[in-house]
Nanobody, 122 residues
Framework: QVQLVESGGGLVQPGGSLRLSCAASGSISSISAMAWYRQAPGKQRELVAARSRIGSTSYSDSVKGRFTISRDNAKNTVYLQMNSLQPEDTAVYYC????????????????WGQGTQVTVSS
């Protein structure tokens, strides 16, 4: 079993920044990739950013150039640096542990964090 714990969410004004953290513990030896998803009320869950253990990354078009995903493998932690935040970024952000498939990219796994709320409002 894998446990994921997110932190770093909060209320921020448009144009501001936040950094989310997700710490993994448990049976993590088989985890090859981690990712951030988000879900706003009434909308589909969206894959925001993903990163493999060796550094391959992917981003949704809506956040590319503003968000950066990184991993500290020694600490079993993944981060999401969010800059130039806009109201459209308001959502619950979830950490996910999955796999990176050659030629296809990230594929989500069954392990999720509890979610952390990000609200962008003036």
């Amino acid at each position: 079993q894998v446990q994921l714990v997110e932190s770093g969410g909060g209320l921020v004004q448009p144009g501001g920044s936040l950094r989310l953290s997700c710490a993994a513990s448990g049976s993590i030896s088989s985890i090859s990739a981690m990712a951030w998803y988000r879900q706003a009320p009434g909308k589909q869950r969206e894959l925001v950013a993903a990163r493999s253990r060796i550094g391959s990354t992917s981003y949704s078009d809506s956040v590319k150039g503003r968000f950066t995903i990184s991993r500290d493998n020694a600490k079993n932690t993944v981060y999401l640096q969010m800059n130039s935040l806009q109201p459209e970024d308001t959502a619950v952000y979830y950490c996910n542990a999955g796999r990176w498939v050659a030629g296809l990219g990230y594929r989500g796994g069954d392990y999720w964090g509890q979610g952390t709320q990000v609200t962008v409002s003036s």
